[in-house]
């Protein structure tokens, strides 16, 4: 057998590789979920105008001034947020870093998780598609949450917001995510232990 074929059965074969990857994929992959919905849900619901017979309804003009854009709802969402001033050129060209970087995991997930390159079998710039991913995700939720849901509270009428101290939900739950998954075993167990003791589970 091949030497490299045969290094990558054993990587793929070996429980110990297998399970230090496959998470860091599988949380990328959703984290990147959780920011096709921020792009696209944020903007389909503002324009959502309620149920009928049919199901949703949503205001016309969600078609003519968003997704008449581009054939693809996401980049005609990102044109959208864009014009929107939430975010900007830089932005859409990170998105399109880390929508690649999805990809590779997604499609090519088993040689992923078959390369002899160990660790670094991810690609070379995962890491760095991952803070952007996050970084755009929390962006467009600030965003969001400063012009459109503190205006339209009275809650707020009068408050001076710091949008540094804002945590988006999605951010908090990318953060559990990836600390249940891929922390140490102090942390990975931490939340599950502190919601047994809080709820009285034990």
Known sequence: MNPKVRQAWENFLNPDVTRS???????????????K???????????WTGFDETGDR???KYQS????RNRS?????????????????????????????????????????GSELGSESLPPDFEQ??????????KIEVWWISNVEIPT???????????????????????LLHDIALGDEERSHFYYNEFR??????
């Open 153 to 175: 509270n009275p809650d707020y009428d009068g408050s001076d917001i710091d949008e540094e101290g804002i945590l988006p939900g999605p951010i908090i739950s990318i953060q």
């Open 21 to 35: 990857r496959l998470p860091a994929a599988s949380v990328y992959i959703a984290a990147f979920e959780a920011l």
């Open 73 to 113: 709802p996401v980049y005609a969402s990102l044109d959208w947020l864009k014009e929107m001033n939430a975010i900007d050129e830089a932005d859409v060209r990170a998105f399109d870093r880390v929508k690649a970087c999805r990809n590779t995991l997604a499609h090519q997930l088993f040689s992923t998780l």
């Open 197 to 202: 003791r809080q709820s009285g589970g034990g």
């Open 37 to 47: 919905d921020s792009i696209v849900g944020r903007i389909r619901g503002f324009f």
């Open 65 to 68: 001034d968003v997704l008449a």
């Open 58 to 60: 949503v205001d016309p």
């Open 129 to 138: 598609c991952c803070l952007d991913m996050v970084s755009l995700l929390r």
